[in-house]
């Protein structure tokens, strides 16, 4: 079997794979054989057009709109996958949003938003996924949480009490999930080239990553799609790799 093919015959869910780091995991995994999900919440556009570029290379999408923070559109969600596609066998929790704010100005639904998508949503989607492969009895589940969860960052206790929450999440439905042939791992970006980054400090940020540079979100999709389809990963679970460039290390 070719790189091109290690997925072929598998349906991948990507959340929030309109843009940034979601759009290029949705572009690697349909590169890889998978057929995408593409889901989105607000820019059908957008969402079409990674669909296209994945169709255009001989690869299988389709995009469906949910807003993953609210269960009842998850479980709508993946029950339009399976009806589609029968069967989810990656499920990419990527789906986020920051409303960065000191914590003694920061207004109880700038928290409360944060936390019901990028924390609730992976439990929602992650709940609504196990049935089926609980029954397959295989599946991988990548989280997408973040180094701001592993060591803190001022101006977004919101965010960072998320992400660290998605760890602890990871970890735990790891254990419960392990006996059942499914993986459950997250990949922890640090500073990334996207839209969410582009107005922060450079310099100030480049100083505390020990490789100098910005990291960029084909690399993010590159250990998404070694833990979603290389062999050698299949003995991997409960883990976080951190991708950051030596930002956050012990």
Known sequence: ??????????????????RGIGRAIALALGAIGAEVVVNYSNSAEKADEVVQLITASGGSAYAIKANI???EEVDELVKNVLSRSAHIDILVNNAGITRDGLLMRMKRDDWQ????????????CTKAVARTMLKQKQGR?????????????AGQSNYAAAKAGVIGLTKSTAKEFA??????????????ETDMTKDLNAEEILSAIPLGKFGTPDQIAGTVCFLAANPSASYITGQVIQVDGGMVMG
């Open 1 to 18: 079997m070719t790189p091109t093919q290690l997925l072929n015959g598998q349906t991948a869910l990507v959340t929030g794979a309109s």
């Open 141 to 153: 589940i990548i989280n997408i949480t973040s180094v701001v969860g592993l060591i803190g960052n």
């Open 69 to 71: 923070s609210k269960e």
């Open 179 to 192: 006996s059942r042939g499914i993986t459950v791992n997250a990949v922890a970006p640090g500073f990334i």
């Open 113 to 124: 938003e944060v936390i019901n998508l990028n924390l609730s949503g992976v439990f929602f």
